[in-house]
């Protein structure tokens, strides 16, 4: 694990490509997750931002808060989109080989990956297109207003879902894994050096990269501002969200997930909930019911990483 | 590889009109290929396929999972300054219609066969025009051609006309599905060193206007609010749409500039935004697209035969649509009937008749567009039915009298 005190001396990661003056909201996580990959990614990138909080984000015109090519995009076409692009470099580098070692890059929210975009994410993953694709999951709508997505966790109120949410987060981490592609991982934007430390092991590998970021919204989960890394962090802890990494069909927990497998090193999932307004009307037996989800979700690890050594 | 290409020289190919469509795109050294299978579209991507696979094309091929992400893939990879190709029909062209908007919108020159077909339900595989037509707006140009050689030579002048700086806009090249696509006719090749000097050097950097490269980072696409001349000068959304309107008018002269200077190089001219045939003195000229505009020759000769003047005009390219040409056509001809095989629901025509009559509206001749709706669902329009259309029209200009119901052409009673 690399150290923050070492971090900060090196240059490459002192860079921002994600400037100053852009229009997120105060206390972003999916922000701050950008910065962070991008500090691992570096210059050479170029960025594909489906439909999601990034195409509002980086500014109006003519303002931008990107210092890297940046392509806005239709909301289900952002991992095509990255094919073609990687096409294109593969014809350009033919006649210019300055375009060698660029990395390209979809940044996509939970609905333009887990609900619009999850065809053309499946159908890049299937070619084997050499990318890394980032869900920054807010677990809803949130560029429109916080509607519901595939991501978002049972009982949590959207404004689509004003009694709570009555179905599951869809799991798309282990679909993108089905896929057999050579790299998955998730991370969360409380813990941004994890984060850090998987983009720079995806950007060395060849081939399709999932990485599924937990991205805390203040004013779609409704805390305050200042609280978007506790609330990250607590989604951990509760085991509510779970630090892995897949390497070629290879599981291992990472970060603090490490010591969670054991329930009793858990904290309920209150500690995380009460933490959040979006959750204020969650009954007692629906806490019982997404406990058991959490819960379930462990067990299955369990099961695999057994099977695995 | 490359060497195989150059190798190629001018030969006579019997092929069918999918072939002719994949041997343009080779011939045009596409670097990209992004397709998705649909009948009658199929051949044209098996095709391109064994052109790669055999190391006879140098192209990227993006074999994805849906038209979407076609065009996605061609937009992505045409950002990057790339030659690319694909095609596709009926419900995959409907499909894939969102990222036709994105495409015109960057001003990317994409080009793209179009074996059109009928729309679902009921399924209908066959020649019709309303899957393009139903794209009428999106900011593509769109060609129809009529014959075999036309969809070779068509496509092959298409990037042309696409990658000069004051167009820059992608195409659709149609083509009527089966009665073209699976149909067997002599295309003549010419040297493929002539094609090269024909066709523009691909940039090494990228399109002047659009590129993606980390020593020259831009934003493509940022929201842009609606502005006005006293709110936010920097909001360029309207006048953007506006330089679509504007490239479509300036692709007006090129058009005619490379139909031109392909005649000279290659010795071939299929017309330019029209072709007209024995149009001078004729009263009634009979309009039609794709394969009918062919087949509307043969009804025009059996026409004169009998005394009647009457000429016919192949709409080669519907967008931009030719107003000078046929506002200076309606000087003299008095009826023009459109046969066309798509519906304009709800009103009265086809999707094309309504556009020339609006184009001819003000026209201070007043000339009467005849609206003929055949052959929707690739059913079969006869020579007869074109001479019979004609002759409706000919009694038209005789009594100046206008024919007001829709004329639906081989309906079954």
């Not at chain 2, 396929?49 to 076609?70: C, K, P, Q, T």
């Not at chain 2, 950002?79 to 419900?91: E, H, L, M, P």
Request: hydrophobic share 40%; glycine share 8%; with cysteine.
């Amino acid at each position: 694990m690399v150290k923050l005190k070492e971090l900060i001396k090196d240059p490459v990661a002192g860079e921002e490509y994600f400037l100053k003056g852009n229009s997120s909201c105060a206390g972003c996580g999916g922000e701050l997750a950008f910065r962070w990959i991008m500090k691992a990614l570096g210059k050479r990138t170029i960025v594909v931002a489906p439909a999601s909080c990034f195409n509002v984000t980086i500014g109006l015109y003519p303002r931008a808060g990107p210092a890297i090519p940046y392509l806005n995009m239709a909301f289900a076409a952002g991992a095509a989109t990255c094919s073609g692009i990687v096409a294109g470099l593969a014809a350009r580098k033919k006649l210019d080989p300055s375009m060698e070692d660029i990395t390209v890059l979809c940044f996509a929210g939970d609905g333009g990956t887990i609900d619009i975009g999850i065809q053309g994410l499946s159908g890049a993953a299937e070619r084997g297109t050499d990318f890394i694709y980032i869900c920054y999951d807010n677990e809803a709508y949130m560029n429109t207003g916080t509607q519901r997505s595939g991501g978002t966790p049972f009982g949590a109120w959207t404004t689509t879902t004003p009694t709570g949410k009555k179905e599951h987060k869809k799991n798309v981490p282990m679909i993108m894994a089905a896929h057999g592609i050579p790299y998955v991982a998730t991370a969360c934007a409380g813990y941004p050096l994890d984060l850090y430390q998987k983009v720079l092991k995806a950007k060395k590998i060849k081939g399709t990269k999932y990485i599924h970021v937990l991205a805390p919204c203040a004013p779609g989960w409704r805390f305050p501002t200042e609280q978007a890394i506790e609330v990250g962090r607590k989604a951990v802890q509760t085991g509510m969200w779970i630090l892995y990494e897949i390497e070629d069909g290879k599981m291992t927990l990472s970060g603090p997930s490490k010591n969670l497998l054991d329930k009793k090193n858990r904290k309920p999932i209150e500690e995380y909930i009460k933490l959040q307004g979006r959750f204020r009307n969650i009954s007692p037996e629906d806490v019982k019911v997404l406990q058991k989800w959490v819960d379930r979700q462990w067990e299955d690890l369990k099961i695999r990483l057994a099977c695995q050594s | 590889m490359t060497e195989l290409r150059s190798e190629l020289k001018e030969s006579v190919r019997i092929i069918s009109g999918n072939a002719a469509c994949a041997w343009a795109a080779r011939y045009a050294r596409v670097q990209v290929i992004s397709a998705y299978p649909i009948t009658p579209q199929t051949t044209i991507v098996e095709k391109l396929s064994d052109f790669v696979e055999n190391g006879e094309l140098d192209a990227e091929y993006i074999r994805v999972e849906s038209e979407h992400s076609v065009m996605a893939c061609l937009i992505g990879a045409s950002y990057n300054g790339v030659r690319t190709y694909s095609a596709t029909s009926g419900q995959g062209l409907a499909y894939m219609h969102e990222m036709l908007h994105w495409a015109a919108g960057a001003r990317l020159p994409i080009v793209m066969g179009i074996v059109d077909r009928g729309m679902a339900p009921p399924w209908n595989i066959w020649a019709d025009h309303q899957d393009v037509l139903a794209a009428r707006d999106t900011g593509w140009m769109i060609f129809f051609a009529s014959n075999h050689q036309e969809i070779f030579d068509t496509t092959i002048q298409m990037y042309k006309i696409c990658e000069n700086p004051n167009v820059f806009l992608p195409a659709f090249v149609c083509l009527g599905g089966f009665i073209m696509s699976h149909t067997q006719q002599p295309v003549h090749m010419p040297d493929q060193s002539l094609v090269d000097e024909f066709l523009p050097e691909v940039p090494k950097n990228g399109w002047p206007h659009f590129f993606l490269d980390p020593d020259r980072p831009i934003t493509h696409g940022n929201l842009q609010n609606p502005g006005g001349p006293n709110i936010d000068p920097s909001c360029w959304y309207y006048e953007y749409r506006y330089l679509i309107q504007k490239a479509h008018e300036n692709a007006k002269q090129v058009i005619i500039d490379v139909a031109k200077e392909y005649q000279k190089k290659f010795g071939i001219f299929h017309g330019d935004l029209i072709e007209k045939y024995k149009c001078d003195d004729a009263e009634v000229a009979l309009v039609s697209i794709g394969s009918l505009a062919d087949q509307a020759k043969i009804a025009v000769d059996n026409m004169r035969e009998e005394g009647y003047k009457v000429g016919a005009i192949k709409l080669r390219c519907y967008k931009p649509f030719p107003t000078e040409q046929f506002q200076e056509l309606a000087k003299k001809i008095r009826v023009f009937p459109v046969m066309e095989r798509s519906m304009a629901f709800g009103l009265i025509g086809g999707i094309v008749s309504i556009d020339l009559k609006a184009i001819l509206y003000q026209h201070p001749k007043h000339p009467f567009v005849l609206p003929v709706i055949a052959g929707v669902g690739g059913r079969d329009v006869r020579v007869e039915d074109q001479i019979e259309v004609l002759k409706t029209a000919v009694e038209m200009a005789e009594t100046n009298e206008f024919k007001t119901e829709l004329i639906v052409s081989g309906l079954h009673e």
